[in-house]
């Protein structure tokens, strides 16, 4: 309960723009798996196929089925409101972009580049304290910002070991880095004490797919730090930002070549993620399938004070649950009709914090379609969420909002072609 109070205090001790989101503010930030979708071509599935037939863009144990290369990009669009507080706050970028390539429907080899988290954070002092000085009133007011993220390079892979067991495994580099300023507003300048930190880690994952009969699947995962995530911290020096514009550069005193080499210290073992999913997937008829899926991550990294600026807190502990269905294209049809996806499921997600008691639920619902033309496959994508997030104590609750847009471009590669003849 102590705790509770003390972020309580900090709440009400500084003016938070909460329209970015409260998660912004605890650990690394929001974790891109815990905001919304990942990507536009499978909705709210991760390991079952909702893609194409058998196909699941998340899973590496499924890109086998793929006929042709996939190149797939995602774009997302997303909001972040409290109604109570009428704040919003507005961010966009790619989501997710993949590059697949099916080897004889025996393997497979891909890339892909994501987003892994995202900090936004901006606080300041409500109250100013003022002073009267040599003649002179004096106004002083503190600020701390920070934005950056993390990203992840995935190299994947995967084979068919029998007709109905297939295994696939990916590696995931985590790189990134993100930028703090903390100052006070004194006189009408303002005395800043910037530090930055990068961010490297390796994350493994296993995949397995299990044919049980002809109409259900089985689907697995397991996820393990191979590396887990360090963080090196540069700390810079105060200087005054006479010309207000938050970088140290040659307007400022001291000048940036007159101060000696920043401090820079390295803390290990940050971000340890550990955790497996399980999902299954069965027919309903010709083309449409439902499909459950239950996610559990934990972190066991150890977070230090020195790279939080937020709320002195983590996410530790996080259950996702998902129940979906998915209508494929008829294939073999001429009717453009035929050709589209429709998807369309609920998730339920929750999530536990290492020092407080606080636990946030989150209901949510996603509804998309997509468009698949030429005979290689070639798909558009576009997907809505929308989830009600709350918290167990002290904050107000979230609703979130995504709009997922995404296309996928096939091709045959690595092919050798004929030559015309005259």
């Known amino acids: 309960m102590f705790r509770i109070k003390i972020i309580i205090i900090t709440i009400f001790a500084f003016s938070f723009s909460f329209g970015q989101g409260y998660l912004n503010g605890f650990g690394f930030g929001h974790f ?12 709210i599935n991760r390991l079952t196929p ?10 590496p144990a499924t890109w086998h089925n793929l006929k042709f290369t ?18 919003k706050n507005g961010y966009s970028g790619i989501s997710t972009a993949t590059w697949i390539v099916p080897v004889k429907s025996k393997g497979s080899f891909g890339l892909s580049l994501v987003p892994y988290s995202d900090q936004r954070i901006k606080l300041s002092d409500p109250d100013t304290t003022t002073y009267y000085a040599f003649d002179d009133t004096l106004s002083i007011s503190r600020f701390i910002e920070q934005s950056g993220g993390i990203m992840a390079l995935k190299v994947g892979s995967s084979i068919a070991v029998i007709d109905q067991l297939n295994i696939g495994v990916s590696l995931d580099m985590l790189f990134g880095s993100s930028r703090t300023n903390e100052g006070i507003f004194f006189g009408g300048s303002s005395i800043i004490q910037s530090s930055r930190n990068r961010y490297s880690g390796l994350i493994g994952n296993l995949f397995l797919s299990y044919k049980v ?41 001291p000048i940036p070549d007159s101060v000696s080499a920043h401090d820079e210290n390295r803390l290990k073992q ?4 550990n955790g497996f999913s399980i999902g299954l997937q069965s027919k309903i008829n010709k083309n449409g399938s439902i499909s459950f899926e239950y996610k559990i991550n934990n972190d066991e990294g150890k977070i230090s004070s020195q790279i939080l600026t937020g709320f002195n807190d983590k996410i530790y502990s ?39 008691e606080i636990e946030i639920r989150e209901f949510g619902s996603t509804i998309g379609f997509g ?16 989830g009600k997030r709350k918290y167990s104590k002290a904050f107000e609750p979230e609703l979130v909002q995504q709009i997922q847009v995404g296309i996928s471009l096939a091709d045959l590669w690595f092919v050798k072609r004929r030559q015309k003849t005259r």
């Open 213 to 253: 009969r002809e109409d259900i699947n089985i689907y697995g995962s397991l996820k393990h730090s191979i590396k887990p995530m360090d963080v090196l911290v540069t700390n810079r020096y105060l200087f005054d930002d006479a010309n207000r514009n938050g970088n140290h550069d040659l307007y400022d005193f």
């Open 50 to 59: 909702s893609f194409q037939e058998n196909v699941s863009l998340l899973n």
């Open 270 to 273: 940050v971000h340890k993620p």
């Open 371 to 386: 468009f698949k033309f030429r005979t290689v496959g070639n798909q558009l994508d576009f997907n809505y969420y929308i």
């Open 70 to 87: 996939h190149l797939s990009v995602s774009y997302s669009g997303d909001e972040n409101s409290i109604n109570d507080s009428k704040l």
């Open 318 to 356: 996080s259950n996702h649950t998902s129940l979906s269905y998915t209508k494929f294209p008829n294939d073999l049809s001429v009717n453009w009709i035929d050709h589209f996806v429709f998807r369309t499921g609920i998730g339920f997600k929750s999530h536990k914090f290492d020092k407080s």
């Open 32 to 43: 891109y798996h815990n905001q919304g979708i990942s990507s536009a071509g499978n909705g």
